[in-house]
């Protein structure tokens, strides 16, 4: 059995590696050519100390002088000595750049697209290779005709194979504009990521979750994995938007309200006409 580790650096690029039962974070590291800070490789030298923010793990051998008792306590690990015993977010102190690894380039062919409402749009595109990212992070996603990139959260459950987006339509935005008169099915997206560290952690206290607009699309995501991994925790959302056009989702809203043990959201809509 393997399991995801999603290592997150500094700069903000995060890599999602495989890593089989009972092997190290730094061997899965070392097998995905990502080259994360290492040295003695026997818990002696502290040179691979990461903060782990979530998942399970045992911890081989290692001295006072690599892990105090309080860094452990606050969840340090040494990824020498990590075995993962569950999916886990790794952050790692140093640059993608530093540790030989970049943000992924991914490509995907669009396979819906559809208007929500007067002011939204939302598509899915069907990559051509699995991408592993956390529930809440984004891609940049190029503009198909031209070279620039806009940033858009997924809607989709992580482990979803096809990747959806919901994009409020600017009467000029670019993304909008081709979405609006240009885009087919079929169109080919190029994208890069995942990125950001807005993801959901292990719900350890009730959940309160706060979107507007299009702003919902992150959290879709993280309330669609909350449905394949349930939690106790109660879970709240408000969900606030400028018009009665811009309220989207709603049946969506509606099915996880039925699905998750104890989840509710209310609307807010700014405008009172
Ligand atoms: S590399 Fe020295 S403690 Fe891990």
């Given amino acids: 059995m393997a399991f995801n580790i999603a290592l997150q650096f500094e700069d903000g690029v995060s890599r999602i590696i495989p890593c089989e039962s009972g092997e190290l974070v730094a061997d899965a590291a070392y097998r995905a050519k990502i080259n994360i800070p290492l040295d003695c490789r026997d818990g002696a030298c502290g040179t691979c100390k990461c903060h782990c923010e979530s998942g399970a793990f045992t911890m081989g051998d290692y001295i006072e002088d690599a892990l105090t008792d309080e860094e452990a306590a606050e969840g340090f690990v040494l990824t020498c000595q990590m075995r993962p015993t569950s999916d886990c977010v790794v952050r790692?102190?140093?640059?993608?750049?530093?540790?030989?690894?970049?943000?992924?380039?991914?490509?995907?062919?669009?396979?819906?697209?559809?208007?929500?409402?007067?002011?939204?749009?939302?598509?899915?595109?069907?990559?051509?290779?699995?991408?592993?990212?956390?529930?809440?992070?984004?891609?940049?996603?190029?503009?198909?005709?031209?070279?620039?990139?806009?940033?858009?959260?997924?809607s989709s459950a992580p482990d979803s194979a096809d990747l959806s987006f919901l994009i409020r339509d600017v009467p000029d935005g670019l993304m909008?504009?081709?979405?609006?008169?240009?885009?087919?099915?079929?169109?080919?997206?190029?994208?890069?990521?995942?990125?950001?560290?807005?993801?959901?952690?292990?719900?350890?206290?009730?959940?309160?979750?706060?979107?507007?607009?299009?702003?919902?699309?992150?959290f879709l995501s993280m309330l669609l994995w909350l449905k394949d991994h349930p939690t106790t925790q109660p879970i709240r959302?408000?969900?606030?938007?400028?018009?009665?056009?811009?309220?989207?989702?709603?049946?969506?809203?509606?099915?996880?309200?039925?699905?998750?043990?104890?989840?509710?959201?209310?609307?807010?809509?700014?405008?009172?006409?």
């Fill in 92 to 154: 790692v102190p140093a640059s993608s750049a530093a540790c030989k690894t970049e943000v992924a380039t991914h490509g995907g062919k669009l396979v819906r697209i559809a208007r929500d409402s007067a002011t939204t749009v939302s598509f899915t595109v069907q990559a051509e290779r699995p991408l592993a990212f956390l529930p809440g992070q984004y891609v940049n996603l190029t503009v198909p005709g031209s070279k620039q990139t806009r940033s858009y959260s997924f």
């Fill in 237 to 273: 959302l408000g969900y606030g938007v400028n018009t009665n056009d811009d309220l989207v989702e709603v049946e969506a809203l509606d099915a996880l309200k039925a699905a998750l043990p104890d989840f509710d959201y209310f609307t807010c809509v700014v405008d009172k006409e």
């Fill in 176 to 218: 909008s504009t081709y979405m609006r008169s240009a885009a087919q099915p079929e169109d080919f997206m190029m994208f890069t990521g995942p990125y950001g560290s807005f993801y959901l952690r292990t719900p350890v206290r009730p959940i309160l979750m706060l979107a507007g607009g299009t702003g919902l699309a992150p």
